[in-house]
């Protein structure tokens, strides 16, 4: 029998692998954009496109794992990102391209539901909390991504990209999580707090946009506005990055001393004054410095969202001494496999809105989220919660 270490492993591979991907793809925009002369509205189009069809892979997500499990979901998803990436490197004609762009953002959002699934049910095994460790190897993967796109920034599309795209197919052979499926099918689907969760959801909306016009147009801003060269272009994600990747790792300790109400509070408010000092920038040290501070200073929204979240999940069937750890954990994964579906309504808003209203200038493109984040102020205390015992799932401290 596959050890728990090895799933979790097999698990973090997945995240690793989704976060390098997808970072390698977002660093090369602006090459992208040269070789087919795209404009931002273009760009724009095509970002919609993309997480249109993610939306459209969670929801097929949850239905494969409902007849399946969600490691036959999360293999699918590898493998239609993998060959999406494939088939974009090396595309001959704008058709296949759009083709290939396609294909990709539906394995992203197989990939990000059922990689959420697979960690969920993981950490019910564990009976503590290990989300976190999962969102750090997706951090972890972007750093290597941005690395490798600055290490090779002026090598072929194809030579650059294309081989990347394998790693897709081994994640998907590693010993994922299987039989995961029957708790989330057997859960009634009624009596589930939806609203609280709705408020919740609202919350990690304004991440992913924030986080989706970082990693998405961060590139193109540092070579429009301050004419970077294609080596410099990916130094506006490496940092934004690398300081998610560390306030993530240190989240628990300061979410235990302040509280999680607390922390988000404070993450929106510094995140608004980094992307102040995008917008502001006189220099591309000064951007990438902004860069930098929205990072650090959203990077816990998105762990702390889906831990309240599925707290709250099992906080519903605790309503009543009939309610058992197998429904409490079934209401969770059910609550999970929904709230996914916020994600892509914040990168909606962050790669697309942010290039429309910058179709002129970028900098007023980051004007739309750094005024929007503010609303995490409001919405900072549905994550207080009630008090509950520390050694209860989930009950965390922080989630990629």
Known sequence: MTSLRAHRLAIAASFFVQGLLFISLTTRLPRFQQRWSLGELAISGLLLMVVLLAGVGSVLAEAVSGRRDSATALRF????????????????????????????????????????????????????????????????????GTFVAIAIAYLDLRIGLAPLAVLGIVAALAPLLTGTHDLVASTPKAALPWRRISLLGLAIVLFYMVDTAATTWGPIFLRDTFAASDRLVPVATLPYLVAALVARFAGDTVVARFGPAAVVCAGGVVAALGLLVIVTAPSLVVAVVGFTVVG?????????????????????????????????????????????????????????????????????????????????????????????????????????
């Open 296 to 400: 650090a200073a959203a990077a816990v929204i998105a762990p702390l969202s889906f831990s309240a979240a599925a707290a709250i999940g099992r906080e519903g069937a605790d309503g009543g001494s009939a309610a058992d750890d197998a429904a409490r954990r079934a209401r969770s994964d059910q609550v999970i496999a929904r709230f996914n579906q916020f994600n892509y309504v914040g990168a909606l808003l962050g790669a697309v809105l942010t290039g429309v209203v910058g179709a002129g200038t970028l900098r007023i493109g980051f004007a739309v989220p750094m005024v929007l984040i503010l609303a995490i102020i409001p919405l900072a205390r549905q994550f207080a919660g009630p008090s509950r015992p520390r050694s209860r799932i989930g009950v965390r401290t922080r989630h990629r």
């Open 77 to 144: 998803g590898l493998v239609l990102v993998a060959v999406g990436m494939a088939v974009l490197a090396v595309a001959p004609a704008m058709v296949v391209f759009v083709g290939g762009l396609a294909v990709y953002g539906v394995g992203l959002g197989i990939v990000d539901a059922a990689g959420n699934m697979q960690a969920v049910a993981l950490e019910h095994r564990y009976e503590r909390p290990i989300l976190p460790s999962f969102y750090g190897a997706w951090t972890a993967g972007g750093v290597l």
